[in-house]
């Protein structure tokens, strides 16, 4: 391909200046070169090879790792969470939903939390209707003696009244080495049939 230069004449352009200027074309710089074509990129082309670019690096990075949490057993094979789900199948009326906060509570005085929670229901018949009135009025979840209820302990509200239960659970039998429902029942109840029915209690907690 031979590419040949040359000047447009306007219509109301003097004859007499196109022929000027047309004398003044220097013919030895007109490219007859085929295989010369030169052309400049344009900003949209400088802008797609910035993204290409771009997602070349972004391909280059390697994914960032999945961190998996260490599983953290607490209780019998069991990790926290299912400690207190157990507990919460069980639990009922006011101390319903209170399932993750006796495991904790159990969990950090050294407490067995299905015999805790097998007391709590036994001793508030919270499994019935609703809770005695010595739970629902007083907050006393486990039966304590002391005072601001009568010859009972009185609570400012439930998680009060559920963690002295467990606190006392282990101050008065667990210190003392009395850590099974069987040792306990001697000193905690009267009755003959108690350690019968913390253990029912303990086994529904467990398979429930």
Known sequence: MISIGYVMQKENTPTHYHKEKSEQIDTKNISASANMIVIDPTEEEEKEKEKLSLV??????APASIVIPPRIEVYEGMTLEEVAWQLE????NDVAGHGMFIASKCIEYGVDPFIATAIIMHETGCEQMQCSSLARNCFNFGGQKGSGCGEYQRYNSIDEGLEGMIRNLYRNYYAYGLTTV???GPKYAEGDTWVSKINWYVNKIKYA
């Not at 070349?56 to 990075?61: A, G, L, Q, R, S």
């Not at 199948?89 to 009922?92: D, F, I, M, Q």
């Open 56 to 61: 070349e690096i972004e391909m280059e990075v």
């Open 89 to 92: 199948k069980t639990l009922k």
């Open 182 to 184: 069987e040792q306990i």
